[in-house]
C-alpha cells in the first residue's frame, strides 16, 4: 500500500461544542493564517448535520488549499471531498479508506508503541500520539502520557508522529526535539480570543505549519 | 436492485444481551428470514465492520438481502446489499452517490408526508413505524396503528416495510393493511425459541 507524503506540521482539531456559533469564522481566520489542515471530529452532531458541516468547512479550507480529514467517516469524508480520514483508536483501517479511495490521507490514534506499530503495519500515513500533556478533552484516556513516552514512540515507527494533547506552542518545540514531526490540538483554536496570533506563534515554534 | 423479500429481522443488541448480532442472523436464517439488516448505535467503526462482513457473508451464502442501518460507510466496507436510513441520517440522495443504482436504500417514515418525500429522494422502499406500542426504541410518538399504515401504503409507490411491536400475533392485520411486508425485532429476540417464531411469521406472511 502507498503511503500518503505527509506535509503538514499543524493539525487543528474541530469542536462544535467548544467553538459554539464561532466555528466557521475560527476555521476560516485558520486557513487564512496559514493552517495546512483541519481534522472535524464532532460526536455530537447527526450525520445529517455533520454531513453539512463537513461541506462547509471544506468549501473554507479550499481557498487555501488546506486539507481537510473526517474523523472515522469514510462516507462523509467520500461526500464532502475531503482529503483523508483520521481513525480513532476503535475506527475504521487503511485498507477499507484506500481500497475505497487511494488518493486519500489516513492518520490513526495510538495510546502505545505496540499500537503504533500496528498502524504503521496497517499501511496508516501518520499516527495520532497522545495524551502526551493534561488536557481536560482527554481525561478519559487517563494520565498524559508525557515527552519521553513520545520520544519512545517516535523511535518506534518510521512514519509521522503527531504529538496531542495539552500542546501549547512552548510545548510544540518540546515535541519535536522529542522526535514528532507536528502536533494537533483543540482548545487553544477552539477556546481562542485571537487565533490568527495563535497560529503564529505555533508556526515559529514549529519553523512550518 | 434485489427483489426485496417481505420478512426482516433487524439485529439488536441494545435491547437484550442474550444475542449477539451475528447469532440473531443465524436464528433468522434458519427461520427462513428475507432481509437483515444489522443495527448498532454504539460500535466502533472497525468492529461494525468486521461484524457486518461476518454477517453479508452469511446471507451471500443463503441468498439473504443484506442492509445496514444508518451507516453508508460500513455498508460500502462490507459490500452490503444497501442500507436503511431514518431522517438524521445521510440524506438518501447522498447514499444514493456513494452507493449507486444497484444497491438498495430505504428511508424512515412517521407520516404520509415523510414516505412521500422518501419516495421523491430516491428511497427504494419506505419503513413506516411504529405500528404498535414498542419498547425496541424510545418513541415519542404515539403508535400509528394499521388503518394509518394503509394510507402510507397508498400515497407511494414503492413497498412499504411496517414496524414497531409486529409478532406473530398481529401480523395478519398488518398485512391485510396492503403493506408489502414486515420488520421485526423484539418478537423474535425476546421469544423463547427465535428461529421458530421468524419461521411462524414468515408462513403468515406469505399465507397472506
Redesign the interface.
Known amino acids: 500500500m502507498k503511503r500518503r507524503k505527509i506535509d503538514f506540521g499543524l493539525m487543528v482539531i474541530t469542536d462544535i461544542g467548544l467553538a459554539g456559533g464561532n466555528l466557521m469564522s475560527l476555521l476560516k481566520k485558520a486557513c487564512e493564517s496559514g493552517v495546512r489542515c483541519i481534522q472535524i471530529r464532532e460526536k455530537i452532531l447527526s450525520d445529517a448535520e455533520l454531513l453539512l458541516l463537513c461541506k462547509q468547512i471544506k468549501n473554507i479550507a479550499l481557498k487555501s488549499h488546506a486539507y481537510v480529514l473526517i474523523n472515522d467517516r469514510l462516507d462523509i469524508a467520500l461526500l464532502s471531498n475531503s482529503d483523508g480520514i483520521h481513525s480513532s483508536s476503535n475506527g475504521i483501517k487503511a485498507k477499507d479508506i484506500k481500497k475505497q479511495s487511494s488518493k486519500m490521507i489516513t492518520g490513526k490514534s495510538v495510546h502505545s508503541i505496540s499500537q503504533a506499530k500496528e498502524a504503521e503495519r496497517d499501511g496508516f500515513d501518520y499516527i495520532l500520539f497522545g495524551p502526551v500533556f493534561r488536557t481536560p478533552s482527554k481525561v478519559r484516556y487517563g494520565n498524559p502520557q508525557g515527552l519521553e513516552k513520545l520520544s519512545r514512540i517516535c523511535n518506534s515507527v518510521k512514519i509521522p508522529v503527531f504529538a496531542v494533547g495539552g500542546i501549547t506552542p512552548l510545548r510544540a518545540e518540546k515535541c519535536l526535539e522529542a522526535g514528532a514531526s507536528g502536533v494537533a490540538a483543540i482548545r487553544p483554536f477552539m477556546t481562542s480570543g485571537n487565533i490568527k496570533k495563535i497560529i503564529k506563534d505555533f508556526e515559529s515554534s514549529l519553523g512550518s505549519l | 436492485m434485489k427483489k426485496l423479500g417481505r420478512l426482516c429481522v433487524i439485529t439488536d443488541t441494545s435491547i437484550q444481551k442474550k444475542y449477539t448480532h451475528f447469532q440473531i442472523a443465524l436464528m433468522a436464517i434458519k427461520g427462513g428470514v428475507d432481509i437483515l439488516q444489522f443495527r448498532d448505535k454504539h460500535m466502533?467503526?472497525?468492529?461494525m465492520?468486521d461484524t457486518a462482513i461476518q454477517i453479508r457473508r452469511l446471507c451471500n451464502k443463503k441468498g439473504v438481502t443484506f442492509l445496514v442501518n444508518?451507516?453508508?460507510?460500513i455498508a460500502?466496507?462490507s459490500g452490503a446489499d444497501g442500507v436503511h436510513l431514518g431522517?438524521?441520517?445521510?440524506?438518501i440522495s447522498?447514499?444514493r452517490?456513494?452507493l449507486g443504482s444497484r444497491k438498495i436504500i430505504g428511508g424512515t417514515a412517521h407520516s404520509v408526508n415523510e414516505a412521500v418525500l422518501c419516495e421523491k429522494n430516491g428511497a427504494d422502499y419506505i419503513g413506516f413505524g411504529h405500528i404498535y406500542p414498542t419498547f425496541s426504541k424510545l418513541k415519542p410518538e404515539k403508535p400509528k396503528g394499521v388503518n394509518y399504515l394503509r394510507r402510507v401504503v397508498q400515497a407511494v409507490n414503492v413497498p412499504v416495510i411496517a414496524i414497531g411491536g409486529i409478532g406473530v400475533s398481529n401480523i395478519e392485520e398488518v398485512m391485510k393493511s396492503g403493506v408489502h411486508g414486515v420488520a421485526v425485532i423484539g418478537s423474535v429476540v425476546k421469544s423463547k425459541d427465535p428461529a421458530n417464531t421468524v419461521r411462524d411469521i414468515r408462513e403468515k406472511i406469505y399465507a397472506f
Not at chain 2, 70 to 73: G, L, N, Q, T
Not at chain 2, 87 to 91: A, E
Request: aromatic residues 0%; hydrophobic residues 40%; proline residues 5%.
Open positions: 466502533g467503526t472497525a468492529e465492520i444508518d451507516r453508508v460507510d460500502l466496507v431522517k438524521d441520517d445521510i440524506p447522498e447514499a452517490r456513494l
